[in-house]
């Protein structure tokens, strides 16, 4: 796991692929139902995830991902609504969004009046269609941002069809020939949304097999990997 430290009474972790009881191409930490995976041992591994972290898996709360830019309240146990975001205010809740090369975001109220988090699933459709701004907009407040282990500008080459929205969204920076920077364009999403404190990952998904899934490095069938957190 890489932790993050959140400003404020929280527990913050982005997941690798390493430590769980998943084999194949799901070896070996895989968090999602979804991939074809068995489901007891996505559970399994939900359950290390979750106890590693200190957090309770019967009270995990997450979303049925949808590239959206739909941010939900995280319920304690409540799985698969849809959406790209959860947040919460409750003490013990934890919220978990998955990736495999789309950009897991953690968002953290930092002025202490009131605690609370959201994480959120951004690729690229959900980046251009507002999902880091509803992600901060959740909270209010001053917020606290970390961006993690996603598909970096090294390895994610696009046609000119989102090459071109992304020029004209973020400025010709946010490409570097035919690569598209996703943790850039997150960046200046947070920026735009008025977070000043962010934190960068910067571990390319794809460059990383023993460390991380990559859907554009290995297809399908795949696992996939996350960011937990909870107000503790």
Same mark, same amino acid.
């Given at each position: 796991?890489?932790?993050?430290a &959140?400003?404020?009474?929280?527990e913050?972790?982005?997941?690798t692929?390493?430590?769980?009881?998943?084999d194949?191409?799901?070896?070996?930490?895989?968090l999602?139902?979804?991939?074809?995976?068995a489901?007891?041992?996505?559970?399994?591994?939900? &359950?290390?995830?979750?106890?590693?972290?200190?957090?309770d898996v019967?009270k995990?709360a997450?979303?049925?991902?949808?590239h959206s830019a739909?941010?939900?309240?995280?319920?304690?146990?409540?799985l698969?609504? &849809?959406?790209?975001?959860?947040?919460?205010?409750?003490?013990?809740v934890?919220?978990l969004?998955?990736?495999?090369?789309?950009?897991?975001?953690?968002?953290a109220?930092?002025?202490?009046?009131?605690p609370a988090?959201?994480v959120?699933h951004?690729?690229?459709?959900?980046?251009?269609?507002?999902?880091?701004?509803?992600?901060v907009?959740s909270?209010?407040?001053?917020?606290?941002?970390?961006?993690?282990?996603?598909?970096?500008?090294c390895?994610y080459?696009v046609?000119?069809e989102?090459?071109?929205?992304?020029?004209?969204r973020?400025g010709?920076a946010?490409m570097?020939?035919r690569k598209?920077?996703?943790?850039?364009?997150?960046?200046?999403?947070l920026l735009? &949304?008025?977070?000043?404190?962010?934190?960068r990952?910067?571990?390319?998904t794809?460059?990383?097999?023993?460390?991380?899934?990559?859907h554009?490095?290995?297809?399908?069938p795949?696992?996939v990997q996350?960011v937990?957190?909870?107000v503790?």
């Amino acid at each position: 796991m890489i932790r993050w430290a &959140a400003p404020g009474p929280y527990e913050v972790v982005f997941s690798t692929r390493v430590g769980g009881v998943s084999d194949g191409p799901y070896a070996s930490l895989n968090l999602g139902r979804k991939t074809g995976d068995a489901v007891e041992r996505v559970d399994e591994n939900r &359950a290390i995830l979750c106890e590693r972290a200190g957090a309770d898996v019967d009270k995990l709360a997450m979303n049925r991902q949808t590239h959206s830019a739909r941010v939900n309240r995280g319920e304690a146990g409540v799985l698969g609504g &849809a959406g790209d975001g959860l947040w919460t205010d409750e003490s013990g809740v934890p919220l978990l969004a998955v990736t495999a090369d789309c950009v897991p975001i953690a968002l953290a109220c930092s002025n202490g009046d009131r605690p609370a988090l959201c994480v959120l699933h951004a690729g690229r459709i959900g980046i251009l269609g507002g999902i880091v701004e509803a992600g901060v907009a959740s909270l209010g407040g001053a917020v606290a941002a970390a961006i993690g282990p996603a598909i970096g500008p090294c390895c994610y080459e696009v046609g000119e069809e989102v090459a071109a929205p992304y020029r004209t969204r973020f400025g010709a920076a946010v490409m570097r020939g035919r690569k598209l920077d996703l943790w850039r364009a997150v960046e200046l999403s947070l920026l735009q &949304a008025g977070v000043r404190s962010i934190e960068r990952v910067d571990l390319c998904t794809a460059c990383s097999p023993n460390l991380f899934f990559s859907h554009r490095r290995d297809g399908k069938p795949r696992g996939v990997q996350g960011v937990l957190a909870y107000v503790a």
